[in-house]
């Protein structure tokens, strides 16, 4: 992609209405564009990054064996009815009534929507258990929209729902979401911790909420350091080995402060161990039993005739505010680099050429590159401009491609300047960058 026949509208200056780093850079980058409160549109470089997020929450899904499905986004409120929730949740749903007067809201969660769809089409205990989620927009009239796409008011969510007959059965499932979690923040480049959780307005018993670690996070959190080195998981899905790993982070103290008690803090975590800090919420993760079923009366046939309740349980992933998450923890603010992970990079590499009036020396040599790193499935942003150099690397640095190759008087013969944001630049051939991309790039 050229620069200049891009959509990426970058500012000078930080907008000042931006209150955190992630906003700032989305609008500085023009990642994003407000449309009304706390409801945006999404722009190329902002959607590149939303997708390729998706598509690595989507791998890990499907990892577990869910199965993708795509549920409307306006539902009818009968099933809400059904479940007692449509007076419940309150505010947050945005009510609408359709030609006919009838009661409609767009979803902000697909709990009754999926019970329904199961309860009408599934009838034996030999279908489970059934693992179902989409990646679908969500709406809440938050009362109070900020920090741009981090809390806002259409949003994009994926959301996970399992089906099981028994409480063993149904805890398995939650330990693979629980598992697939993990992996899919690593492959994000992002440390998020599994804390126990209130269940808030989903209901239910057991509950984490997977959190980064960000100054500007909403949530407050109370933890032992030490869960912090926890990383070795495996893709064992195996029911022993998936409790193991549950309770490797659960013998640390890890709570939100809905679940926070001093005394308990003080008494399991020493004191060099004590972290209070805040954080932003990534995912959460539920088990409810029957609190859906029930009321809407989603059973199966059990083995000896008898009918019961399925046991279920919802898995959220902010796909959206993951944006902006994974810009809070690798924006340098100050001096205005942004490194993404390369799993969601917009571009793998920003080529840089300098280029003066008459001579194109540069540019027919970025060309050249550009089309040897196309044929390897590595995607580029070409600065084609005649801007001066430091504007340019401005400009590149703020776009964060992680990786940058720079052509200039420096650059002799078949060595280029290679640099990886945030490391020394090195003098090497194409051959030699190539390699190390590819290397990098299947890591993911
Ligand atoms: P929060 O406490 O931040 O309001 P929640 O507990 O209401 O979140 P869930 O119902 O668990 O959220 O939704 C699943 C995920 O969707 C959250 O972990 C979060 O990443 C994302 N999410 C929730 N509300 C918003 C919002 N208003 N804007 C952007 N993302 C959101
Ligand atoms: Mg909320």
Redesign the pocket.
Known sequence: MYFSKSFIPILKNNPSEAKIKSHQLMLRVGMIKQSSAGIYSWLPLGFKVMKKIEQIVREEQNKIGAQEILMPTIQSSEIWKESGRYEDYGEEMLRIKDRQDREMLYGP?NEELVTDIFRSLIKSYKSLPQLLYHIQWKF?D?IR?RFG?????E?Y?K?AYSFDITDDEALFSYNKFFLSYLKTFKRLDLTAIPMAADT?P?GGNLSH?FIILAETG??KIFTDKRIFELDSYGTDLNKKSLENLRMKYEEFYSVTDEKFNKEEFESKVSEENRLKTKGI????IFYFGDKYSKPMNASVDLPGGKKDFVKMGSY???V??LVGAIIEAKYDEKNEVMKWPISVAPYDVSIIPMINKNDTAALEKANKINLELLKNNIETIIDDTEENFSSKLKKMNLIGSPYQIIIGKQSDGDLLEFKEIGKETKKINLAEIIRILKEQKAKN
Do not use: A, L, Q, Y
């Not at 919420?281 to 959460?284: A, K, N, S």
């Open positions: 969660t809440r938050e929209p796409i981090m809390r806002c008011r949003f969510m959301d808030g989903i909420e909403e949530s919420e990534v995912g959460h959220g992933i902010g959206s505010r």
